[in-house]
């Protein structure tokens, strides 16, 4: 009788000491590090504004770019990092949905139907291309606020397809970044990266070892901003993303869900940190 | 306290529907040897898991050295060796180890006891093979062995006959005199073959069907000379005079025989009563029945409801 | 009780499934290494024995270490469980069906002891276990590739979502640390095999019905449609001993788990505790 009291007692003690140790309390420590103010801002946008696969034209349609000027306009970004526009017609369009409130440039097209492009606020940025994998991301540099310091936001859309080349590309970047060590380089963009593997099974797959690499290889240098904010894109992916420089605090986070129209695929991630 | 080493009251068990022990009394006295008897299935081996706390009773009390089984067992069990049913035990082990280990349970034996335990059920040449290669007679002894290793007062034997050779037979019988002799043990053990223990035994239960047929001296039972066997000119009519008289049992159990139990010294009674009919009786001789013979009446008179 | 414990683990020593427990493991552990190398030989056509060490150093991305984890991560939730509920699934039953438990049950022995002194014997095994695994696998990681820091990446083992490392002597102690919390977690398998000892007839039908409850409950927490069920299996909260290897140990939650893993072994023992006592030994 004493035994199995004993036991009934170990059994509500273990309860009680369950109920003690809260384990949701130590996720909320994995948030934004840093709430105070003070400091100068920045806000980043990054938005694939192309189709869902299996639409007859995947890439952006020009009659959606009023809504994305909308999106734009209604947050405000500093600057603005798109994917999968066909080119820099479609970029002027949109510039001019925007009333001339953002400049920008598209990336030069290599053997691509479809071109980043970059926007940013201020006037006197200074855009250039960043050769990655064979292709071209782009990149501007400017000051946010007059008295602010430079900074630089890479758009970047890395291949959906095949890990290796997303690999490739990803690291290509990182290292045009690392060339200008002495800059704030943000990156932003799509990556389609394959991350979640709950599934053990994948170990040996090339895919989740290219993708868990050129991830770990960007988070070597950068910080993923947009950790917090859930998934970006349909399926419950979260693949597009904000790299901020390690000092960078993030203030906010946040996908808009109601965004995308027409049939993107997906939702643009804004971003905002302090310098 | 009284006498009894185990008493049991209106025990009962019951698996589902069938009822294994049905409410049955017992009382093993103090230095007697035991016989619980019954055939295959009768309830015996669950009536001694009960004694022992093996199963629990669905009704009744089982006192076992003067504790009560239900709720303070150990006291008791401490100074009981039982063997339920054919023994067990561990293969890979030596029989010597086998001893050792299960009587470390009972708080433990010196060596110098285990190898006289060993030679006292004659395994002493075999104790440091493994188990594995016993034959069924040297587990058996083995069996008894660990029964009597803690040194018990009380010994519980479930058919430790069961399955040996006519030798390891007599040999058994022997020990369990000894033990009663020598030792100044409580024997109680159970058994289907009546012939064996029928020597042996002070006092037997009888069960069937769970029941209790009998319960006393094995004398009582078998006549001890309180039975006659005549021999008649004729025995039909001769059984219906003898039927008459309600204090007389007799029975031809199909032979040219008469049997009657004219108890008191009431033979020269049946005799004259006889003869004063008109029959001629030739042979008058005092029958003793073997426990085999009453046990196959008792559970006759009892399977017809007598 | 000491006695008791001796006895019940010089039984557990000399039976076959003790030994075979540990000489599986250990061919786990070859099977393991025979994977790494032919997937590397693989990856470095054909020059594997040289190519090996190399083609994962330079990267520093695979040592020992990481060899060790690995192989700990893998066997842990499919080959441990396994001999855990052979070993305490037999322990009641296995006794029951050879006849030898109503040969101690008649002995001047509390039912609960010697349960529990059985428990003892099984945890005890899986403490072995894991150390020899654990050790084993350290060892052969030393051998074949070399210490190192562990890096740990976001992926396969699903124990971080950033990069992390641990420098190599920490690392060994979180190998140290993962042993107990292993063990704790293991104790759940092994109390509901005791506990499906005590109800079934047969070592046999309370190992395979072990087995098949966890692998249920494992496969299906696994499964993305019972996501909302996943917090009420046990094999869920059993994940907690891997947390040791994240390079910020979650204390919380770490003790939360451990926490509810005691919970259940501790119920499933009380549970077992009281139908051993009541149980009618028929064998
Ligand atoms: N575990 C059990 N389940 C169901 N019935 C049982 C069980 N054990 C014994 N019995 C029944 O109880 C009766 C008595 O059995 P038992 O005590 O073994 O007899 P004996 O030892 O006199 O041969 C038998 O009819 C048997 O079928
Ligand atoms: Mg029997």
């Given at each position: ?10 059994c ?33 946008m990054?938005?694939?504004?192309g189709?869902?696969?299996l ?10 770019l ?6 734009i ?10 994917q ?26 290599a053997h ?21 994998g ?20 890479v758009s ?11 690999r ?38 090339d895919d ?10 960007l988070?070597?240098?950068f ?6 904010a859930?998934d970006?894109a ?19 986070a ?22 | ?19 294994a ?14 016989g ?13 898991r009960?004694a022992?706390g ?42 010597r ?5 299960l009587a ?41 062995a660990?029964a ?28 369990i ?19 064996e ?21 094995v ?6 000379g ?10 039909d ?30 033979v020269?009674d ?14 008058i ?15 006759g008179e009892?399977?017809?409801?007598v | 009780m000491?006695?008791?414990?001796r ?26 290494l ?10 470095t ?14 990267k520093?991305?695979?040592?020992g ?19 855990v ?14 006849g030898?438990?109503r040969?101690?049950a ?6 609960v ?5 059985k ?11 894991m ?8 060892l ?10 562990l ?13 992390g ?9 979180r ?30 039908v309370?190992?395979v ?61 009380l ?13």
């Amino acid at each position: 009788m004493r035994a199995k009291l004993t036991l009934a007692a170990l059994c509500a003690a273990m309860l009680v000491a369950a109920h003690h140790f809260d384990a949701a309390r130590e996720r909320t420590v994995l948030g934004a590090r840093d709430a105070t103010g003070g400091g100068a801002r920045l806000r980043l946008m990054t938005w694939n504004v192309g189709y869902a696969e299996l639409e007859d034209d995947t890439r952006a349609h020009t009659s959606d770019l009023r809504a994305v000027a909308d999106a734009i306009l209604k947050n405000d970004p500093d600057a603005i990092a798109l994917q999968e526009l066909t080119g820099s017609d479609q970029l002027k369009v949109l510039l001019g949905y925007l009333g001339g409130r953002y400049r920008g440039a598209a990336a030069r097209a290599a053997h691509t139907d479809r071109v980043e492009a970059v926007l940013v606020k201020s006037s006197g940025a200074r855009f250039e291309d960043v050769p990655a994998g064979g292709r071209y991301a782009v990149a501007a540099t400017f000051r946010p606020r007059a008295d602010a310091p430079e900074v630089v936001l890479v758009s970047a859309h890395a291949d959906a397809f095949r890990a290796a080349r997303r690999r490739e590309y990803t690291e290509s970047i990182v290292d045009w970044a690392r060339a200008h060590s002495g800059q704030t380089v943000f990156v932003a963009g799509d990556f389609n990266f394959e991350l979640d593997a709950r599934d053990e099974s994948h170990l040996y797959t090339d895919d989740l070892k290219h993708d868990s690499e050129a991830y770990s290889y960007l988070l070597r240098y950068f910080r993923d901003a947009g950790r917090e904010a859930g998934d970006t894109a349909i399926n419950d992916r979260r693949i597009d993303y904000v790299f901020a420089p390690p000092a960078a605090t993030t203030r906010r986070a946040e996908v808009l869900k109601d965004a995308p129209v027409g049939r993107m695929d997906h939702m643009p991630l804004v971003v905002e940190v302090g310098l | 306290m009284s006498d009894a080493v185990l008493e049991t009251e209106r025990l009962t068990k019951r698996y589902g529907r069938r009822v294994a022990v049905d409410a049955l009394s017992l009382a093993v006295r103090r230095a007697d040897i035991y016989g619980f008897l019954g055939q295959n299935g009768a309830g015996k081996s669950t009536t001694i898991r009960m004694a022992l706390g093996l199963v629990r009773p669905t009704a009744g009390r089982v006192r076992l050295l003067g504790q009560d089984m239900a709720k303070r067992p150990h006291r008791a069990l401490a100074r009981t060796g039982a063997m339920v049913e054919a023994p067990a035990f561990y293969e890979n082990f030596t029989g010597r180890q086998n001893l050792t280990m299960l009587a470390a349970l009972s708080g433990g034996a010196p060596r110098r006891r285990v190898d006289e335990t060993l030679e006292l059920v004659g395994l002493a040449a075999r104790a440091d093979d493994a188990v594995r290669a016993y034959s069924h007679g040297m587990r058996q002894r083995l069996g008894i062995a660990q029964a009597l290793l803690p040194n018990p007062e009380f010994v519980i034997l479930d058919e430790p006959t069961d399955g040996l050779d006519p030798q390891g037979i007599r040999e058994t019988r022997e020990l369990i005199r000894r033990l009663r002799d020598e030792l100044k043990l409580t024997v109680m053990l159970s058994s289907h073959l009546l012939h064996e223990v029928e020597q042996l035994c002070d006092r037997v239960a009888i069960i069937d069907g769970g029941r209790l047929l009998y319960e006393g001296g094995v004398a009582e039972l078998t006549g001890g000379g309180e039975i006659v066997r005549l021999r008649v000119d004729r025995p039909d009519e001769a059984l219906r005079v003898l039927a008459d008289d309600p204090t007389l049992a007799a029975s031809r159990n199909g032979t040219q025989f008469i049997y009657v139990r004219a108890g008191g010294g009431r033979v020269a009674d049946v005799n004259a009563l006889l003869v004063a009919r008109g029959l001629r009786v030739s042979e008058i001789v005092p029958h003793r029945e073997t426990l085999e013979e009453a046990f196959t009446r008792l559970v006759g008179e009892a399977r017809r409801g007598v | 009780m000491f006695t008791l414990l001796r006895i019940e683990f010089t039984k557990l020593a000399r039976s076959r499934g003790f030994q075979l427990s540990f000489a599986a493991l250990a061919g786990f552990v070859a099977l393991m290494l025979w994977g790494f190398y032919t997937y590397a030989e693989r990856k470095t056509g054909g020059q594997a024995a040289e190519q090996f060490r190399y083609t994962y150093e330079s990267k520093s991305y695979f040592n020992g270490l990481t060899f060790a984890l690995y192989s700990l991560v893998f066997s842990f939730s499919l080959l441990v469980p396994v001999f855990v509920a052979a070993t305490a699934g037999s322990q009641i039953a296995g006794e029951a069906r050879a006849g030898t438990l109503r040969m101690i049950a008649v002995r001047p022995v509390a039912r609960v002891s010697l349960l529990l002194s059985k428990f003892a014997v099984v945890a005890l095994h899986v403490l072995l276990m894991m150390a020899f695994f654990v050790g084993l696998n350290l060892l052969v990681g030393l051998l074949f590739v070399g210490w190192g820091d562990l890096q740990l990446y976001p992926g396969p083992l699903n124990l971080v979502d950033e990069p992390g490392r641990i420098a190599r002597d920490d690392a060994l102690w979180r190998f140290a640390c993962a042993t107990l919390t292993g063990t704790w977690a293991m104790l759940v398998v092994a109390a509901i095999a005791t506990l499906l000892s005590v109800v079934c007839e047969s070592a046999a039908v309370a190992t395979v019905a072990t087995i098949a409850i966890y692998l249920a409950l494992y496969v299906v927490g696994r499964v993305e449609f019972f996501e909302q069920l996943r917090p009420y299996f046990f094999t869920t909260d059993m994940d907690f001993w891997r947390d040791v290897f994240k390079p910020q140990i979650p204390w919380q939650s770490l003790y939360h788990y451990a926490s509810l893993c005691g919970a259940y072994t501790f119920g499933a023992l009380l549970a077992a505790a009281a139908l051993f006592d009541r149980k009618d030994i028929k064998s």
